[in-house]
């Protein structure tokens, strides 16, 4: 939601009214490398050091995000993230999307979206997967999406109420997860080498 909100060039002060009604899914069609840094800080005199914090970064990772919700809105959510107001990042401004955006506005479910979208993952990773894709993993709103079959359901505080520095605040929401068979026979990489692009693996 962060994401939209920036593209739409909406303050952090600004109220998140108009989401509320959303519902949300994901789909991890490529889970990449968990990668850890670290930080240090020193005092302004340079005599003390802080205790070291510690960053996690998802390296070459792919992501299928769905939002559902009345159309006009997610027409403009869209229409924003294709022209964005402030400059997008994936939760860190270090982190911007490596790739531009490519939202759609579609007639389906959340569900169905999440079971029959044509798999996101990069060739090089399709074929390091080989013959036989893998179950992709996904989480979504409880009760959002019962065309897939869950495995589970847990609690976690995501949602956000206030970006406002001073006062920011999350609430609470239960999320289902499962996983879901790579829809279709394209998810296959081509045996004729024409879609090979050597810069993909880097």
């Given at each position: 939601?962060?994401?939209?909100?920036?593209?739409?060039?909406?303050?952090?002060?600004?109220?998140?009214?108009?989401?509320?009604?959303?519902?949300?899914?994901?789909?991890?069609?490529?889970?990449?490398?968990?990668?850890?840094?670290?930080?240090?800080?020193?005092?302004?005199?340079?005599?003390?050091?802080?205790?070291?914090?510690?960053?996690?970064?998802?390296?070459?990772?792919?992501?299928?995000?769905?939002?559902?919700?009345?159309?006009?809105?997610?027409?403009?959510?869209?229409?924003?993230?294709?022209?964005?107001?402030?400059?997008?990042?994936?939760?860190?401004?270090?982190?911007?999307?490596?790739?531009?955006?490519?939202?759609?506005?579609?007639?389906?479910?959340?569900?169905?979206?999440?079971r029959d979208t044509p798999w996101q993952a990069a060739t090089w990773w399709r074929r390091r997967c080989g013959a036989e894709p893998p179950m992709l993993e996904f989480r979504v709103d409880k009760g959002a999406a019962p065309e897939l079959v869950v495995d589970g359901e847990t609690v976690v505080r995501d949602e956000p109420m206030s970006f406002d520095p001073q006062h920011r605040?999350?609430?609470?929401?239960?999320?289902?997860?499962?996983?879901?068979?790579?829809?279709?026979?394209?998810?296959?990489?081509?045996?004729?080498?024409?879609?090979?692009?050597?810069?993909?693996?880097?």
């Amino acid at each position: 939601m962060g994401l939209i909100a920036a593209a739409q060039g909406r303050r952090r002060t600004d109220s998140l009214e108009e989401y509320v009604d959303l519902r949300f899914g994901v789909r991890v069609d490529q889970p990449g490398q968990l990668l850890r840094d670290f930080q240090t800080a020193r005092t302004l005199d340079g005599k003390s050091s802080m205790p070291l914090s510690y960053r996690f970064y998802r390296a070459d990772a792919r992501y299928l995000a769905v939002v559902s919700g009345d159309r006009g809105l997610l027409e403009a959510f869209a229409d924003a993230l294709m022209r964005p107001a402030f400059p997008l990042y994936l939760g860190r401004r270090s982190c911007p999307p490596a790739e531009p955006l490519a939202p759609r506005v579609v007639d389906a479910s959340l569900g169905e979206c999440l079971r029959d979208t044509p798999w996101q993952a990069a060739t090089w990773w399709r074929r390091r997967c080989g013959a036989e894709p893998p179950m992709l993993e996904f989480r979504v709103d409880k009760g959002a999406a019962p065309e897939l079959v869950v495995d589970g359901e847990t609690v976690v505080r995501d949602e956000p109420m206030s970006f406002d520095p001073q006062h920011r605040q999350y609430g609470w929401r239960t999320v289902e997860f499962g996983r879901t068979p790579v829809p279709g026979l394209d998810a296959r990489p081509s045996e004729d080498g024409l879609d090979h692009d050597a810069f993909m693996a880097v």
